[in-house]
């Protein structure tokens, strides 16, 4: 099954931009996933899906804010302007074969 | 605006079984192209995959936890149900029911429910 790798933390200014990543294993790099924020105390919102071509859709009433990008096994998620609440923790999210998996998470922290 | 509500208990006994129910409202749990799954996350810790079923019943489990798990739909009730047998301190976690889609390749969880906190003490 797919691997995602994640890095455990970031920092970024209020009003800057920041680009998170998630790695897929080598062997599942054309692969899919989806990003999903975890704001402190809250339950998980799904913020997009994101294809290997660096296509991606956005759920609903997500900010403009958010992008999405890829390179090779690399899955961006960018979000720039940064504002306080978007200090949370950021997972990534793939599947094969009937089966879910999800990086460590990134907790990202705005200064 | 599709809704996803976990009730159960929130302590349960070592080595007894959790069971708790996800009751989805503003959508139909037997609509086509929709899974629906349950996800954990100890306090402190990550996001784990328990399982997945579709409304006729088909179900997948993660591997790590296939040996203790069953997932069950009731579509007249709109709801899908998760057990989790011989629990230990170990399973104490938030617990998420969530939504899956399911087109064009695309398999990811799209809407997910408040979560619930189960403790498992003595």
């Known amino acids: 099954q797919p691997v995602l790798t994640q890095s455990s933390s970031a920092s970024a200014s209020l009003g800057s931009s920041v680009k998170l990543t998630c790695t897929l294993s080598?062997?599942?790099?054309?692969?899919?996933i989806a990003w999903h924020q975890q704001q402190p105390g809250k339950a998980p919102r799904y913020l997009m899906k994101?294809?290997?071509?660096?296509?991606?859709n956005k759920g609903s009433g997500v900010p403009d804010r958010f992008s999405g990008s890829s390179s090779g096994a690399d899955r961006y998620l960018t979000i720039s302007n940064l504002q306080s609440e978007d200090e949370a923790d950021y997972y990534c999210?793939?599947?094969?074969?009937?089966?879910?998996?999800f990086g460590g998470g990134t907790k990202l922290t705005v200064l | 605006q599709l809704q996803l509500q976990e009730s159960g208990p929130g302590l349960v006994r070592p080595s007894e079984t959790l069971s708790l129910t996800c009751t989805v409202s503003?959508?139909?749990?037997?609509?086509?192209?929709?899974?629906w799954g349950w996800i954990r996350q100890p306090p402190g810790k990550g996001l784990e995959w328990i399982g997945t079923?579709?409304?006729?019943?088909?179900?997948y489990y993660n591997p790590s936890l296939k040996s203790r798990v069953t997932i069950s739909v009731d579509t007249s009730k709109n709801q899908f149900s998760l057990q989790l047998t011989s629990v230990t301190a170990a399973d104490t976690a938030v617990f998420y029911c969530?939504?899956?889609?399911?087109?064009?390749?695309?398999?990811?969880?799209?809407?997910w429910g408040q979560g619930t906190l189960v403790t498992v003490s003595s």
């Open positions: 503003g959508g139909s749990i037997s609509s086509s192209g929709y899974y």
């Open positions: 079923i579709y409304y006729s019943g088909s179900t």
């Open positions: 999210e793939t599947w094969d074969s009937n089966i879910w998996v």
């Open positions: 969530a939504r899956h889609v399911s087109y064009s390749g695309a398999r990811h969880l799209d809407y």
């Open positions: 994101l294809e290997s071509s660096g296509s991606y």
């Open positions: 080598s062997w599942h790099s054309s692969y899919i």
